[in-house]
């Protein structure tokens, strides 16, 4: 490379520290906040001032909408498991994903099943499936039922008769809700 090659191409701006950009976000939404940088020399957080009661509910509104296509799909995948009864009781949005949370071994199954999950030969229909069954069961059901999408499964020692699901993105929840939908 010469030196007239770094002369002509285009350099890609740095993006704006993380306070400014939140001071910018603040300005264009209409909220009266300071935001503060951390220091230069310590690894601080960006710090907001004090919003008035006001400002709180206008930007709680506007992380709802922001959010609403993620918490739309909770609400939806949650009333389709009601549905078949199978309890996602720790079903909730978090950090813009959706998380699962714990399932009963039996639910696991039955959700596996209705992603067409295909048994193993040597498991009886009478037969109480186990963990690591389901596991493999829902780990090989689930990205087939939603186009590639997966969900972390595991099993923990403290709850053998849980599986623990990790989260989705709302795109992953939307084609899962379509797949148990027929």
């Given at each position: 490379?010469?030196?007239?090659?770094?002369?002509?191409?285009?350099?890609?701006?740095?993006?704006?520290?993380?306070?400014?950009?939140?001071?910018?976000?603040?300005?264009?939404?209409?909220?009266n906040?300071?935001?503060?940088?951390?220091?230069?020399?310590?690894q601080?957080?960006?710090?907001?001032?004090?919003?008035?009661?006001?400002?709180?509910r206008?930007?709680?509104?506007?992380?709802r909408?922001?959010t609403k296509?993620?918490l739309?799909?909770a609400?939806?995948?949650?009333?389709?498991?009601?549905?078949?009864?199978?309890?996602?009781?720790?079903?909730?949005?978090?950090?813009?994903?959706?998380?699962?949370?714990?399932?009963r071994?039996?639910?696991?199954?039955?959700?596996?099943?209705?992603?067409?999950a295909?048994?193993?030969?040597?498991?009886q229909?009478?037969?109480?499936?186990?963990?690591?069954?389901?596991?493999?069961l829902?780990?090989?059901?689930?990205p087939?039922?939603?186009?590639?999408?997966?969900v972390?499964?595991?099993?923990?020692?403290s709850?053998?008769?849980?599986?623990?699901?990790?989260?989705?993105?709302?795109?992953?929840?939307r084609?899962?809700?379509?797949?148990?939908?027929?």
């Amino acid at each position: 490379m010469t030196d007239t090659d770094t002369d002509t191409r285009p350099h890609t701006p740095a993006p704006p520290p993380p306070a400014h950009e939140l001071r910018a976000a603040f300005r264009e939404a209409g909220l009266n906040a300071r935001v503060t940088p951390p220091d230069a020399d310590a690894q601080t957080s960006v710090r907001v001032t004090l919003l008035s009661p006001t400002d709180a509910r206008q930007l709680a509104r506007l992380i709802r909408t922001g959010t609403k296509r993620t918490l739309k799909a909770a609400r939806a995948l949650r009333e389709i498991c009601e549905g078949y009864r199978i309890d996602l009781p720790g079903l909730r949005v978090e950090q813009g994903r959706i998380t699962l949370g714990p399932i009963r071994i039996d639910d696991a199954a039955r959700l596996a099943r209705l992603l067409d999950a295909v048994p193993q030969a040597t498991e009886q229909p009478s037969t109480t499936a186990d963990a690591a069954t389901v596991k493999t069961l829902l780990a090989h059901a689930f990205p087939q039922a939603t186009g590639g999408g997966t969900v972390p499964v595991s099993v923990r020692e403290s709850t053998p008769d849980l599986l623990h699901l990790g989260s989705i993105d709302a795109r992953t929840a939307r084609r899962l809700i379509r797949a148990l939908q027929f």
